[in-house]
């Protein structure tokens, strides 16, 4: 157990400094002057410099990374059932992603900036939660059919 929870910290480190690219790529087109921005201004302000900022904002979101694949450990709880595992994972997500997306600049600081990231963040989870439903169901009916091949 201790082997795969350290697996699963090393992939999410990864996948989520890897994450944090692609979302600096997404804001740089969408301001759409032809500027890379590794970092939201604010946060170059913040931290008194670019190579600051872009330090900070890299180990967050490793941290957001590490902490979303660990957290997927309670789809594993067997004794509890789909909605509880998705409220729980949903639950642990909001906790960790929204603070760091406002102190990195991802969401602007309004209460239309905030529902608009709430509404993004929403409808990707539900995206994803869909896709992973759908896998893992497909994958369960082909197993199922081998066993009854047997």
């Not at 997404?26 to 302000?45: K, R």
């Not at 608009?116 to 939660?129: A, K, R, S």
């Not at 992973?132 to 082909?142: A, H, L, S």
């Amino acid at each position: 157990m201790k082997k795969e929870l350290l697996q699963l910290a090393g992939k999410g480190v990864i996948d989520g400094v890897f994450i944090g690219c692609v979302i600096s790529l997404i804001f740089s087109l969408l301001i759409g002057d032809g500027s890379y921005y590794a970092v939201h201004p604010q946060l170059i302000e913040r931290m008194g410099g670019e190579m600051n900022a872009v330090l900070v904002q890299t180990f967050l979101c490793a941290l957001l990374g590490l902490l979303f694949s660990v957290g997927s450990i309670i789809w594993r709880i067997e004794k509890w059932n789909l909605l509880q595992q998705t409220a729980v994972y949903f639950a642990l997500a909001c906790i960790v992603m929204f603070p760091i997306a406002y102190f990195l600049g991802w969401m602007q600081a309004s209460i239309g900036g905030a529902l608009l990231f709430v509404g993004i963040f929403v409808l990707v989870f539900v995206l994803v939660w869909l896709v992973n439903y759908w896998i893992c169901r497909t994958r369960v009916k082909e197993l199922n059919k081998l066993v009854k091949e047997r």
